[in-house]
């Protein structure tokens, strides 16, 4: 009797509709309010089910607009299904349509990095199906379109010509049948051994969790704009439990395909990677499976990246193996198993960098990474939330400790540098007045060599932050995170880049890496360095200032 009066009253404030329209334009507006209920939407054409997803639905004044592109069905009348929305509200009176996709201040928001890929709207997390293909870079992302929550997993697509310039395409995959569209990765297949050319064009595949039947899916693509999926069955089905984020590479010794996925194998939240290997990229053979930790332990959870990379310097090659919190392991691959060499292995010290991922089939043969950088971006009513890296460049480089991987700021963000600064040897003492007084930054990148003498810490301000270097443990600290960086015959060599979100720091010949995200303020733009318990020789400073890639 209580839950049939609670529903009666709730059908008197809220109501099911269900708005039929043509799609006459390139866009179906949605309007979006931060922080409100969500609603369930679902997008019917010719009775199937095309779209489906939830919003926070604004039905007064909007924060901002989702985009949802329709004019595949133009002509087409649309079936618009909302749940429980208010029984006085006019939102979808009348449905609007746009060719334009216009959001105001865009990509110049208080908080959107300025040389860090974000999508325009929304939520985004991992990137995935990061390729080569047709000369442009494809930086495919985890993107939910209608909110800057995580949430409908799409993969969003974005391309650049020098991986430091983007542009946002819009949605390659939906959510289907299978379940939201989680990570994977992407090849070329130049040689065509799945047989899907056409006209010529070898196809770029892309490989996927849906996260509802939890198999992994494949997708393809001729000319890097037009997707179709395989969509009559998994290319290989769900194993055990979870498993997800399929990442494929080509083995030449073999002449095979190799996929390897995260899988939880067992009651105890085992940790796996599982190999496949196929002469074809649709039928999977099942070859191994190589045990990271358990539970919390996340060695080797999630978002797997595999390559082989030669160690510099000398004719060795070596394979990487690594999970989303980016601990490695370093081994040998036959075509089936890995087989490691040195485990547990970190490079990576900073705070919120997860689940990074390298480019497939690089011209030149480099091996780029970029990371998602969970920014501190969702605030108020901004349009969008969360962040990528910058792109990097890994080397594997022989230490006394063994071989490790090392990574440095690509060179083509050499691109953004305008104005130049540079200081020439200069001793630091305490209480002493700041060299650097004169210089004012917003977007920059610093690259500077420390002898620290006798000082016990050197501490490096860039707009209000702290970088504190401390001699003694011989370690970085910013805003709470700390990182190794040994000295070198006596030195030290640090490259920071700033952005609005935080800051991305390489240290130790590139072995130690630390991001760390923190908002700078907007009105604190001065640089000072300054040194406790003694003196310390600053061998060189430069500081370059930066463009914004948006503009």
């Known amino acids: 009797m209580f839950t049939s009066l609670l529903v009666a009253q709730e059908n008197k404030t809220y109501k099911n509709i269900s708005v039929y329209f043509t799609a006459e334009k390139k866009f179906l507006v949605l309007p979006v ?16 089910q095309k779209r489906f997803w939830d919003m926070e639905l604004a039905e007064g004044k909007a924060d901002w607009y989702a985009y949802m592109q329709i004019d595949e069905w133009k002509g087409k009348s649309i079936e618009l299904r909302v749940d429980k929305v208010n029984t006085t509200s006019k939102v979808f009176d009348p449905v609007q349509q746009s060719d334009l996709d216009t959001n105001a201040n865009e990509y110049n928001e208080s908080l959107r990095a300025q040389f860090h890929f974000s999508p325009k709207r929304g939520w985004t997390n991992d990137p995935n199906g990061m390729v080569f293909f047709k000369g442009e870079y494809h930086l495919f992302f985890q993107h939910n379109p209608y909110g800057c929550e995580w949430g409908n997993m799409t993969w969003g697509h974005a391309v650049s010509k020098d991986l430091v310039h983007w542009k946002e395409l819009g949605e390659a995959l939906h959510p289907d049948q299978f379940g939201p569209v989680y990570s994977g990765g992407a090849v ?49 089905p769900r194993i055990n439990k979870d498993n997800r984020d399929p990442k494929v590479i ?71 193996l690594t999970g989303a919190n980016s601990q490695y392991a370093i081994g040998t691959f036959d075509g089936k198993t890995f087989v490691p060499t040195q485990e547990r292995l970190q490079g990576q010290y900073g705070r919120d960098f997860y689940a990074s991922q390298t480019f497939s089939d690089v011209p030149d043969g480099r091996r780029i990474e970029i990371g998602w950088w969970r920014t501190n971006t969702n605030n108020g009513k901004m349009s969008f939330n969360q962040s990528m890296s910058i792109p990097m460049e890994h080397t594997l ?47 920059a990148e610093i690259r500077f060599t420390l002898e620290p003498g006798t000082a016990k810490e050197i501490i490096l301000n860039v707009r209000g932050v702290a970088i504190k270097y401390n001699t003694t443990a011989q370690q970085l600290e910013v805003d709470g995170v700390k990182a190794p960086a040994p000295l070198t015959n006596g030195k030290v060599d640090v490259i920071i880049f700033v952005d609005k979100v935080g800051f991305e720091i390489f240290a130790n010949s590139g072995l130690t890496f630390m991001p760390v995200n923190i908002n700078l303020s907007a009105d604190e733009n001065t640089l000072s360095i300054s040194a406790n318990g003694g003196t310390a020789k600053l061998l060189n400073l430069f500081v370059y200032e930066l463009k914004s890639i948006w503009r």
Request: glycine share 8%.
């Open 188 to 236: 070329v297949d130049s040689n065509n051994t799945s047989g899907l050319a056409a006209n010529g064009n070898m196809p770029m595949l892309m490989f996927h969790t849906g996260a509802k039947a939890w198999g992994q899916y494949l997708s393809w693509t001729n000319d890097g704009r037009t997707f179709k999926k395989m969509d009559e069955k998994a290319v290989v």
């Open 250 to 320: 080509w083995h030449e010794p073999t002449k095979k395909w190799v996929m390897v996925f995260w899988v939880e194998r067992g009651n105890d939240e085992q940790h796996s990677m599982q190999f496949l290997t196929s002469p074809d990229l649709i039928n999977w053979t099942p070859t191994s499976s190589f045990n990271g930790g358990k539970g919390d332990d996340r060695y080797l959870f999630e978002c797997p990246e595999f390559y082989e990379l030669t160690v510099e310097g000398t004719n060795e090659k070596k394979w990487v």
């Open 397 to 443: 480089i022989k230490t006394p400790e063994g071989i490790r991987l090392s990574r440095k700021p690509a060179k083509e963000l050499e691109s953004l540098r305008t104005k130049t600064y540079q200081q020439k040897q200069l001793t630091i003492k305490p209480n002493a007045v700041n060299p650097l007084n004169s210089l004012k930054v917003e977007l």
């Open 33 to 48: 309010k931060n922080g409100t209920a969500k609603r369930n939407f679902e997008l019917w054409v010719d009775g199937v």
